[in-house]
């Protein structure tokens, strides 16, 4: 029986999420990578394409100001065709142009190691006049894991084994919400030192964004849940009810911080049909729906 990840998602096979160790980091792509999918700089940033030609952290980009759209996997692209599909690049090439925009994302991070990588990357910066921090999945995801791997900073993808038992999803709510709140305090004292304006969202998941996948979406969540735990682990969160738990925790967590919040996903709901095809898997986009995210991100925003 053929595959829908390979029919649908050719592209997936060049997605190895094979990373180079990173001190303090942890992790994070290895620079200079070219594959038929993705293109990183030096350091290992995505290379996005805007209006006034391509852009990176510490590659060529065009002179003046630019934006930033940070945050793990998802806003890095993992699922798009190319470059010149990403979330970054869709909005510096279409949706909001008139600056670049810099793909500032590592994958599998959480929110210390997002803004991590704000602390250690910051000197290659030019003037910064936007900060769009779009994360907060991957700190629900590892809240699962039990208090021993959670240290003072919270717990980061393959630092022990999975629990037995887990919290529950307001328990799981509540850590995750607690850290990247407080993580979030960091990246806004940094943008005021920079002079940018810093915005939260919190990024889509499929079935926080819709109850229904659409058929292309189903065909290629069944084949994922047949050889992944995906399912097993997070089914107690991967729900609309909790989505939105979470996205109502946040919002008050960054409106006590003074830190503007959008939730993504009902967001991108409203902004799109029941039946078109948006995620590769419960976490990231296809071409079509990171244009949307785009779209969505810079109507809410006011970024265009």
């Known amino acids: 029986m053929p595959s829908p990840r390979a029919e649908l998602t050719p592209q997936m096979a060049?997605?190895?999420?094979?990373?180079?160790?990173?001190?303090?980091?942890?992790?994070?792509q290895y620079g200079d990578e070219r594959t038929p999918v993705y293109t990183t700089d030096p350091c290992g940033f995505r290379v996005s394409h805007c209006a006034a030609g391509p852009a990176s952290v510490a590659g060529p980009r065009?002179?003046?100001?630019?934006?930033?759209?940070?945050?793990s996997s998802a806003?890095?692209?993992?699922?798009?065709?190319?470059?010149?599909?990403?979330?970054?690049?869709?909005?510096?090439?279409?949706?909001?142009?008139?600056?670049?925009?810099?793909?500032?994302?590592g994958q599998s991070l959480n929110s210390v190691q997002e803004l991590m990588l704000l602390t250690l990357f910051q000197h290659l910066l030019p003037e910064v006049t936007e900060i769009v921090l779009c994360s907060g999945v991957n700190n629900l995801v590892l809240s699962r894991l039990p208090e021993g791997q959670q240290g003072r900073h919270g717990a980061f993808f393959e630092c022990g084994p999975a629990p037995a038992s887990v919290p529950t999803p307001a328990e799981r709510i509540a850590r995750a919400t607690e850290?990247?709140?407080?993580?979030?305090?960091?990246?806004?004292?940094?943008?005021?030192?920079?002079?940018a304006r810093i915005t939260f969202v919190l990024q889509p998941?499929?079935?926080?964004?819709?109850?229904?996948?659409?058929?292309?979406?189903?065909?290629?969540?069944?084949?994922?849940?047949?050889?992944?735990n995906w399912r097993r682990l997070h089914h107690d969160i991967a729900s609309m009810e909790v989505g939105r738990a979470y996205a109502a925790a946040l919002r008050e967590g960054c409106a006590a911080v003074g830190v503007p919040f959008l939730d993504l996903n009902p967001a991108l709901g409203e902004a799109t049909a029941p039946g078109d095809w948006l995620f590769v898997d419960r976490v990231h986009c296809v071409d079509a729906g990171y244009d949307a995210v785009a779209r969505v991100l810079a109507e809410r925003l006011a970024l265009s």
């Open 14 to 28: 060049h997605y190895t999420f094979v990373l180079e160790d990173q001190p303090y980091i942890g992790f994070f």
């Open 205 to 228: 998941l499929a079935p926080w964004v819709r109850e229904e996948p659409s058929p292309q979406e189903k065909a290629l969540f069944d084949e994922l849940d047949e050889v992944s």
């Open 75 to 105: 806003v890095f692209g993992v699922g798009a065709t190319g470059d010149h599909a990403t979330v970054p690049s869709r909005l510096g090439s279409h949706w909001a142009p008139d600056l670049p925009w810099l793909n500032f994302a």
């Open 62 to 71: 065009p002179p003046g100001p630019v934006r930033l759209l940070a945050g």
């Open 179 to 195: 850290l990247t709140i407080r993580h979030l305090t960091g990246w806004q004292r940094m943008a005021q030192a920079l002079g």
